[in-house]
Every structure is written in C-alpha cells, then in structure tokens.
C-alpha cells in the first residue's frame, strides 16, 4: 500500500499522532456552558464588588502525576475560559486566581518531561472590566474583537451565533433534563437557567428590541486586543510553554481581530511556540503549526477522521471525557472514549480529551476512572498509533479489505515496512470477525500477527481473497489490530 505525504513523517510530538488530556476549569454546579454573565460576575464579587474565587483549586501536582499515569504524549491547562478568570498571574487584570496554577503546571510538567500547552480563550471574555465594551453579557457568545460598521451589527451577529450553539448542544443538554435525566452534579433545580431565553420567540424579540433601541455598550475592540496581545506575552515569556492552544478560530472575511493578532504575534515574535486554533480544522490558517477540531462521538469521529486523514498539515480533534463539556457525569460506555481516540488516532491524528475538575480541584472520579483505564490500554498500544502513518485512500474504505459487518470499521496504515490494519468495534460487540483481502492488492502477505500480543493470525487463498477469520476471544471491544508483514 502506498503512504500518504504526512508532516508528522517529521516526528515531532506536535506532528504525530497521540493520546492528550485538557484539563478543564469550567464545569461549575449550577452553570452551564452558555450563561447570563451578569449573573454569574455578581456571584463571583464580594460585598465591596472585589473579585471572589471560590475555585476550582486546581491540585496541579494531582494533574500532572495522572497524565503521567495516563502516558500521556501532551496534555493543556486552560489557563482564561470564556468567563475571563485568569489563572495565571498577570498584571492587566484583578479578574485572577489567588495562587499562579499556570507556574505551577509549567514547572510539574517540565519535571515530568511532558509537552504542555496552554488554553485560552481568545474570541470571548466576560471579565467584568469589559462590561462596558461587551457587546452581549447574557449570552457567552460574545464577539468583543469583532470589527463592524454599526455596533447593532456586532450584537445581531452574536445573537445569531448563540442560536446556532443552543441548537447544537445546549438544546440537546435541556432535552435531556426536561425528560427527567438525573445528573449528578448538575441537578435541574439547581441549574441556574431560563429555559424561556432559548425559545426561538426569545431570540426574535431581542432582534427586534436591537432595530428599536441601540445596543448599550461601547465599541472598541482594539481596548480588548491589546489586553490579549499582553497576555499573551505574559503567558509566553513568563511560563515558556510549548504550545498555545487558542479557543477559536475565526476566517479573515468575518473581521474577527483576535485571530489575525494572535497569527501575527506568534508568527513574527515565537515562531517556535506550538500554536493551533479550535475551529481550524476545515479551515487553512496562515500561520499555525496543526489544526485543531471537535468530535464527541464516536459517529462524529468516523466521518470526520476518514476525511481529515488526507491532510497535509498535522492535526487535533477534541472532546469531553464526560458527557459534554458542561456535563461531568461518566459516559454511558465506558470504552466510547477509546473508540472515539482509535479513530483519530488511526487516521493520523491527536486526541485530545477535556477532563472536568470538582470545585475542590480534585478532578471528577468516573471520567477520570474511564480515562485512567484508556490510558492502560493505550500504553500497550502507542507505537502502533505515534510511530505510524496513514495509508493513502479515498473514503472509509480500504482498498482491497471486505469486511461486511456494521458493527465494525477498517482503516489502514504504514508501520515502518509493515502495514496496520485496525479494525474498530462500534459497538463493543462480542463475536467473531471475518475479514477477505484481494489477492490483486495483497498478493505479497507473508505474515499476519495479532496486535499487541504478537500472535500469528492463520489466512489462507480461496479464489482471489485470503481469508482471516478471528474468534471473538480475541476481538478488541475497542480495536483489534492486525500486523501485516509483506514479502
């Protein structure tokens, strides 16, 4: 089979494939990801209006010791959500954490030789000190470096993006509660929202209400890029971390400042700085090392994977640990987190997977558990993923491989002189598998091995197809791998 063209032939950490964790400090009870930041701010004052934190604490050292037990081949911190709460110290903002949790994860995860990155929310930041310049502080979506004519203008567009997102994925979250789902955190009467605010009778209103009464704020955008320029400075030169993982990005014709000022900085003054935007996948960034996405399911992950293998430029998908990013209860199955990386991973990609903390700091225990047990299984795996590349085809399918059974998936890769075929379970179904190589695209088999424990594989010619059948006691509920060694 021939191998495709990929930057991560290189062999950088950045440019090949590989298991991550993001640690997460935005999950908060009572608070989903879209939220009336009015609300939220005065909660998080004291009585004189001072800035009160109240977490998460962030246990670093906790953190770093569990990528280290994960095996890890990088891990990010969000260092500023889309709530603006720096925590890291810097002197442009009292909208800050007590202690300096980006020092202390720079410093462990040097000790632990780990290549770390930092999160930042680039494209929306509540911090308080912007009220005044904050084109729409009841919805998160809130483009405060977007450059129009017209302020209305700005505040119809975040409106529009805040339908959009409710659509995807908050909506999908009030469904489930209003059906009775039970969380364990996030309980339906402690949830601090108005189910009203996303009726679409709700959002036509507040269009009206912006042809009628000029929006209440004041536009500057370039007042908040040059906080984002200095903070990222900050981070930068004070912490030299490896990589900067910027949330999102945004295409020039939309005339978003953020995302041109952070090309242009990094470019011109940290060329060596890792960098790649969320958002980026379909997009060609001018200047960023990989590009970077999001898959939650496993079915996301199967389309988009057998598409972005053909790229060039390396590249990252994210996703939830737990069931969503502002819902920390465990995944149904268990083993959903491993299918969803093997595909990434086998179509040459990063898998980065977002762990929520507690309140406390301490990281919460069934998704930390589920991914604990990925990183077992992974560990025993990872050459065959980082030291690979993708085959070069078309689609989802393997030239050459019949495998005629829905609950699974073929795809292929070049492993030093050897090829990969991994064979991913969709479902975790127990039971055999029976899978036919064309004589015209396999005829040099020599030796088929059974992954990672090394175990010959029995084929044999019928017709035009070696025929390979394996027992369902060696069926992977994740990926069972098969070594093929040509003559």
Same mark, same amino acid.
């Given at each position: ?261 952070? +090309? #242009?900085?990094?470019? *011109?003054?940290? !060329?060596?700085? &890792? @960098?790649?935007?969320? %958002? ?110 993708? +085959? #070069?085809?078309?689609? *989802?399918?393997? !030239?050459?491989? &019949? @495998?005629?059974?829905? %609950? ?80």
């Amino acid at each position: 089979m021939k191998k495709s063209i990929r930057a991560n032939d290189f062999g950088e950490w950045w440019e090949k494939p590989g298991l991550g964790i993001m640690y997460q400090i935005e999950a908060r009870p009572g608070w989903i990801w879209d939220r009336d930041f009015d609300k939220f701010n005065a909660s998080m004052k004291d009585e004189k209006g001072n800035f009160r934190f109240n977490g998460p604490f962030c246990k670093i050292k906790d953190w770093v010791e569990f990528s280290n037990k994960v095996g890890v081949d990088y891990h990010i911190f969000e260092v500023k959500w889309h709530d603006g709460i720096c925590y890291f110290d810097t002197k442009y903002t009292k909208w800050k954490t007590p202690t300096d949790y980006s020092k202390i994860f720079a410093e462990e995860s040097k000790k632990a030789n780990i290549p770390f990155m930092f999160y930042y929310s680039s494209v929306f930041d509540h911090n308080p000190q912007f009220d005044e310049i904050q084109p729409l502080r009841k919805f998160t979506p809130s483009y405060i470096a977007l450059h129009r004519e017209k302020k209305e203008d700005v505040v119809k567009f975040c409106l529009k993006f805040t339908q959009m997102i409710v659509n995807l994925f908050v909506k999908q979250f009030l469904d489930r509660m209003n059906k009775g789902e039970k969380f364990e955190e996030f309980k339906s009467n402690d949830l601090n929202i108005d189910i009203r605010r996303y009726s679409k009778k709700n959002f036509n209103k507040l269009f009206k209400d912006i042809e009628e009464n000029p929006p209440q704020f004041d536009y500057n955008p370039e007042q908040y890029e040059k906080y984002l320029e200095n903070q990222m400075i900050e981070l930068i030169e004070n912490y030299k971390p490896d990589g900067m993982w910027m949330d999102w990005y945004m295409n020039p014709s939309l005339r978003e400042g953020s995302t041109e000022l952070i +090309m #242009d900085l990094m470019e *011109k003054k940290y !060329p060596n700085v &890792i @960098l790649t935007f969320n %958002n980026s996948i379909n997009e060609n960034p001018r200047w960023c090392h990989y590009l970077s996405g999001e898959a939650h399911t496993v079915e996301s992950a199967w389309k988009q994977g057998n598409v972005i293998r053909k790229k060039k430029k390396p590249w990252e998908l994210v996703g939830p640990a737990a069931k969503s990013w502002f819902d920390p209860s465990p995944r149904t199955d268990p083993q959903e987190i491993g299918r969803i990386a093997t595909i990434i991973m086998a179509n040459g990609g990063k898998f980065c997977l977002g762990l929520p903390s507690q309140m406390s700091g301490s990281l919460y225990p069934e998704p930390t558990e589920q991914l604990a047990k990925l990183g077992k299984w992974y560990n025993l795996r990872r050459s065959l993923f980082v030291e690979a590349v993708p +085959m #070069d085809y078309k689609g *989802k399918n393997v !030239p050459g491989i &019949i @495998l005629d059974d829905k %609950n699974f998936g073929v795809i292929g890769n070049i492993y030093g002189s050897d090829n990969l075929i991994h064979i991913i379970n969709f479902t975790g179904i127990q039971k055999s598998i029976k899978i036919e190589f064309s004589y015209e695209s396999w005829k040099n088999i020599e030796k088929i091995i059974l992954e990672p424990i090394n175990q010959k594989v029995s084929f044999k010619l019928v017709e035009k197809y070696y025929k390979v059948e394996i027992s369902e006691n060696f069926v992977d509920k994740i990926d069972t791998i098969l070594r093929i060694k040509m003559k």
